[in-house]
């Protein structure tokens, strides 16, 4: 009876082991996949924003694209003081600390005065 107990134990710590890797790799293979979908549609997104502005300074209407770069920036701001605030991340605040001219705590503090609602202009 021992010896059944035994083997029955080793199975079920190999069983545990074996899920417990599985699934880790199927939390690890659908971040990983969330994560290349977020930076394509980031990518996507500033790709659509470059064209609006590089039109605005084709049809030379460089009044609008300075406008809309300055949205850029806003919007940019204030989703990095968001993430800031929310995440504790050493590695960013290096990041930032090191690449950026004004001190982290600015950026933590942002807050633009568009509010919830703006339009902006086109360059159609």
Same mark, same amino acid.
């Given at each position: 009876?021992?010896?059944? $107990?035994?083997?029955?134990?080793?199975?079920?710590?190999?069983?545990?082991?074996?899920?417990?890797?599985?699934? =880790? $790799?199927?939390?690890?293979?659908?971040?990983?996949?969330?994560?290349?979908?977020?930076?394509?549609?980031?990518?996507?997104?500033?790709?659509?924003?470059?064209?609006? =502005?590089?039109?605005?300074?084709?049809?030379?209407?460089?009044?609008?694209?300075?406008?809309?770069?300055?949205?850029?920036? =806003?919007?940019?701001?204030?989703?990095?003081?968001?993430?800031? $605030?929310?995440?504790?991340?050493?590695?960013?605040?290096?990041? =930032?600390?090191?690449?950026?001219?004004?001190?982290?705590?600015?950026?933590?503090?942002?807050?633009?005065?568009?509010?919830?609602?703006?339009?902006?202009?086109?360059?159609?």
């Amino acid at each position: 009876m021992k010896i059944a $107990n035994i083997v029955f134990l080793v199975v079920l710590i190999v069983a545990s082991a074996i899920a417990y890797r599985f699934g =880790i $790799n199927v939390t690890t293979n659908h971040y990983s996949k969330e994560l290349d979908e977020t930076q394509a549609m980031l990518a996507f997104n500033h790709l659509i924003r470059y064209e609006e =502005i590089l039109k605005c300074l084709n049809d030379n209407k460089s009044s609008l694209a300075v406008k809309k770069v300055n949205m850029s920036i =806003i919007s940019e701001k204030e989703l990095v003081a968001e993430f800031l $605030n929310s995440h504790e991340s050493e590695r960013i605040n290096k990041y =930032i600390s090191t690449r950026y001219n004004e001190p982290l705590e600015v950026l933590k503090s942002y807050k633009s005065n568009r509010g919830s609602r703006w339009s902006e202009p086109t360059c159609k």
